[in-house]
């Protein structure tokens, strides 16, 4: 969450000449209705619901760059099933950082509370683990745009090439950035 996974997952689509996709978009796109709304209405259990049927299901087997919601890896088995479709990649920041860029975001659920730092913190001490056990980790702290992306490209080359996709079988999805 505020890491950029939308911004960078967008350029970098565009230099692989790939299609974006961004799973709350298209949670929201299918539900008719913004996150926040779907937390309010249904709770936090049905949007993982969504979460995982869109990686299961919700978009074309290879081609894509794929933006993940910052609690979508930590779902039991998601982990797993992201580095078997594709490679992932996980942003980081400090938390300091991310507060500046997310505070008083209503499109925040999470963070929509007394004191949105200490939750911040909170949810980053449980997902962090999770997110370093899962594939390369590129901190977008005090990085440009522009440097992020060109460690990405880097990066994602070099795995490219080592990358062993699932049996066609088991396989939806070729590329995550989470």
């Known amino acids: 969450m505020g890491v950029g996974k939308t911004v960078i997952g967008r350029a970098l689509a565009r230099r692989l000449k790939m299609r974006f996709l961004d799973s709350d978009a298209a949670i929201e796109e ?58 992932v990649v996980c942003l980081f920041a400090q938390a300091e950082t991310i507060v500046k860029r997310t505070v008083g975001n209503p499109k925040r659920p999470l963070l929509n509370v007394e004191d949105p730092e200490a939750r911040l913190r909170e949810l980053l001490a449980q997902r962090e683990p999770v997110y370093k056990t899962l594939g390369i980790g590129i901190s977008t702290e005090g990085r440009s745009i522009a440097e992020v992306l060109q460690n990405l490209m880097r990066t994602y080359r070099r795995e490219e090439k080592a990358w062993k996709p699932a049996r066609p079988a088991d396989r939806r999805s070729s590329r995550h950035d989470s």
């Open 30 to 87: 299918e539900a008719g209705l913004a996150i926040a709304d779907i937390f309010e209405r249904f709770g936090e259990e049905d949007f993982r619901g969504r979460e995982r049927r869109f990686i299961d299901a919700g978009h074309p087997p290879s081609g894509c760059v794929v933006s993940c919601g910052g609690g979508l890896p930590i779902q039991p088995g998601m982990g797993e099933l992201l580095t078997r479709k594709g490679i």
